[in-house]
């Protein structure tokens, strides 16, 4: 009978992969739950350390999902002891910085995309089109701004200072949640780190950013030595464009454009 000592060492690795928004299928707090939760029992298992991996992948989405994700990593870390390390991949971006800094540490190759630390928002204005067409924009509401936005029509100078207060407000959430994550390792001045901009890994890490250069292998092994092994928790199952085209075309334009707007809603 082998030894136990023998055994390799199981570090739990959850993946958080793909664009966050609250649609089913997406990166969220109701499909990445359950995979932290089993993740941070694992964690507290007598041979695991308490040492849980983020293996984050996203370039970001909606910031409610954003913060959920991230309140939930935190809870559960500051209930069960457990060390947290987010490992960014190709990209952890926007969002996807936000969940990272969930984390105690955090890692990424010298060419990830890190940091987009700003918010973007905006759309189509399609009524001079209409002008042409000769076709009239016909809107009711009750509330005189129910119909802001609305891209039928004109733009109005109100609604383009409402959105930009919004903008900033969301903006101000971001900023505050990396300074209270990142206090004492920003290194590069604010107005560079917040501005909206993302950079590779390599100046991340010169920028404060990140902590370290590394991937999830590495991580793994610095952790329980050369016979640990990553124990990966990841979705079941993820959307695809072969679901999307087996549904109604209507449905499934629906879709892609939710998916556009998450992916450039928040960034």
């Known amino acids: 009978m082998p030894l136990l000592f023998w055994r390799a060492r199981p570090i739990p690795v959850v993946e958080l992969r793909g664009v966050i928004s609250a649609r089913p299928g997406m990166l969220n707090v109701q499909s990445a739950g359950p995979l932290l939760e089993r993740g941070f029992a694992l964690a507290r298992a007598k041979n695991a350390g308490k040492r ?23 809870r559960r870390a ?11 991949g190709d990209v952890g971006a926007s969002g996807g910085y936000w969940i990272a800094c969930a984390a105690d540490e955090i890692r990424a190759n010298p060419m990830s995309i890190v940091g987009s630390i700003g918010v973007i928002g905006g759309g189509f204005g399609v009524n001079r089109l209409l002008s042409r067409l000769d076709v009239d924009r016909r809107l009711y509401t009750a509330g005189k701004n129910k119909g802001r936005l609305d891209p039928f029509s004109p733009e109005r100078p109100e609604d383009v200072e409402f959105t930009r207060a919004l903008l900033e407000d969301l903006h101000g959430h971001f900023k505050d949640w990396v300074r209270s994550r990142r206090a004492g390792r920003l290194l590069a001045p604010e107005e560079e780190l917040f501005d909206g901009s993302y950079m ?24 329980g030595g ?19 085209l087996g549904r109604g075309a209507t449905e499934a334009v629906a879709d892609v454009a939710e998916m556009w707007r998450d992916t450039h809603g928040f960034r």
């Not at 992948?57 to 913060?67: A, F, I, K, L």
């Not at 500051?78 to 960014?88: Q, S």
């Not at 050369?226 to 999307?244: D, G, T």
């Open 52 to 74: 849980l991996i983020l293996a984050v992948e996203s370039p970001g989405g909606s910031p409610v999902q954003s913060d959920l994700i991230g309140q939930f990593i935190r």
């Open 78 to 88: 500051e209930e069960a002891g457990v060390h947290v390390t987010a490992v960014i």
């Open 200 to 223: 590779i890994g390599s100046r991340a890490l010169a920028a404060g950013l990140v902590d370290a250069l590394g991937d999830v292998d590495g991580l793994v092994r610095e952790m």
């Open 226 to 244: 050369v016979k640990a092994k990553a124990l990966w928790l990841r979705p079941k199952s993820r959307r695809s464009l072969l679901r999307l």
